[in-house]
């Protein structure tokens, strides 16, 4: 008998042999994401320039977990044709990936167009529509061109504008083809890691650096959706943000802690979520006083944290169709020391102190453990908190051990899906799309190839960088096929999707 009609067979079975299963809407999209930098190598070929993450990478391999670059990847510049089979076997609806902009621009600015650039993600768009799948891009996944770096980068109000240019020539470019974008990928974690902290550029001015890079990407983030609006309206596309939420949890339940819990939810979503999607506009009243209040302390002379004029208000305020939204884990937060230094510092202004509970399964990523109630308790707080907007999630996953047999990612999905499952159902969270991160094992930043979020495994040794579906790849494909999760997923279908 063929395998796919043991499919058949076995899918009829299942389907009478039924208990109450969860299922999402008949046409609930899901799909998978990956990000230009972790995957597509060919850093300096075919007239691309020099991105901020090339160069620190290979200026500083010691702060590379593996001590890797990206410089090759999962080369899916040229493998982007096995990618996009990859993401048809999986049955999903649609892929998530973003644009390198110094591929299209090698020095960031408009008067200097990569043709060759332009060509690839044409002929990357039309396989994905070509095989059904529809494109979800990404405009910006974090590698600023070098030489806009070279000017201060996301410091630099002048960054707002060129980014502009480079948001125009997307719409004009691919605006016909695309029906999603989001202008920005997390951009509390490239502002604050990037600028205050660890990732490139690496400057380490937490604070300080890490605001004036939030302002600029506010801005940057309304203007494009203003020219949207104006220019590209007809095209009839969403254009959104991908925003990252950790769920905050008080460790404990006294109104330290709750309130503790509270300030850094506004302080890490609100910072961004807070201008865009509330009522209001402008940065949450909790950042604006204390990190006014220890600016003035510390003996400035103005905040720290720049402020918007009531025009910039009203421009951020609900520039947006859809908040994309990246959730791995949840923490707890207790209340901080209160001891403010005299060095400026986002922790500091933070002021409180986040644990993971000891008991919660671990990942490969020690920041991320297995917490699958705090997805659902995240889309609450998004619902209560913004009026319920309409959110696609753009990210989900854990990385796990090499191997195929994933059973710990099968159970992360499965435990993360119920609980989105009930975010929706129950708690009537206007949920659009879920996104499982990430299509295939990449390299993950400062971690490089160490951790593995791939539903498909790259071998790293082969010479042509082998994808193998996991069985994750094939729970995953079960769920986007049938819109429902199953109650006892049969391992056979892993030997369909290989
Ligand atoms: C591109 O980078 C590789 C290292 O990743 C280097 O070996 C090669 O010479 C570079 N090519 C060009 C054209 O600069
Ligand atoms: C706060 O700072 C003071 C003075 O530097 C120090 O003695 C105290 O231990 C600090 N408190 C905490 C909880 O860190
Ligand atoms: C993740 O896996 C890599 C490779 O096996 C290992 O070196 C690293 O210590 C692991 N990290 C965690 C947090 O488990
Ligand atoms: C290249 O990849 C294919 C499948 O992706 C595999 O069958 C083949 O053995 C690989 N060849 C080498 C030389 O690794």
Known sequence: MSKLILFILWAVIRAYAATPKQCFENMFPFGVASAVFQTEGAWNMSGKGESIWDRYTHNHPELVFDHTNADVATDSYHKYRDDVRNVKKLGVTFYRFSIAWSRILPTGLINEINEEGLKYYHELIDELLKAGI??????????????????????????????????????????????????????????????????????????????????????AHAMTFRMYEREFSHLKAYVGIALDMVWLEPATTSADDQKAAETARQFTFGWFGHPILSEEGD?????????????????????????????????????????????????????????????????????????QKP????????WINVVPWGFRKTLKWIKNSFNNPPVFITENGAPFEAGLQDVKRVNYIEAYLR????????????????????????????????????????DYKSSNLTRSARLSAAFYSTVARTKCIPDNFNYYNYYIIN
């Open 359 to 366: 008991t919660w399964p671990k990942t490969n990523a020690t």
């Open 134 to 219: 529809y494109p979800v891009v990404t405009m910006y996944h974090w590698d600023l061109p070098q030489s806009l770096q070279d000017l201060g980068g996301w410091t630099n109000p002048i960054i707002v504008d060129y980014f502009v240019d480079y948001a125009r020539l997307l719409f004009q470019n691919f605006g016909i083809k695309v029906s999603h974008w989001l202008t920005f990928n997390e951009p509390r974690s490239f502002c604050h890691d990037g600028y205050g902290g660890y990732n490139a550029p690496g400057s380490r001015s937490s604070g300080l650096e890490d605001y004036l890079c939030g302002h600029n990407v506010l801005r």
């Open 419 to 458: 609980s989105l499952h009930d975010a929706i159902y129950k708690d009537g969270c206007r949920v659009m799309a879920y996104t499982y991160w990430s299509l295939m094992d990449n390299y993950e930043w400062m971690w490089g190839y160490s951790e593995r979020f791939g539903l498909f495994e790259v």
């Open 283 to 355: 940065y949450p009243q909790v950042m604006r006083e204390v990190i006014d209040r220890n600016s003035i302390h510390q003996g400035f002379f103005r905040s720290r944290l720049p402020t918007f004029t009531p025009e910039e208000v009203a421009m951020i305020k609900k520039s947006y169709h859809f908040l994309g939204l990246n959730h791995y884990t949840t923490k707890l937060v207790t209340k901080g020391s209160g001891n403010i230094s005299n060095k400026p510092s986002y922790e500091d202004d933070m002021g409180v102190k986040m644990s």
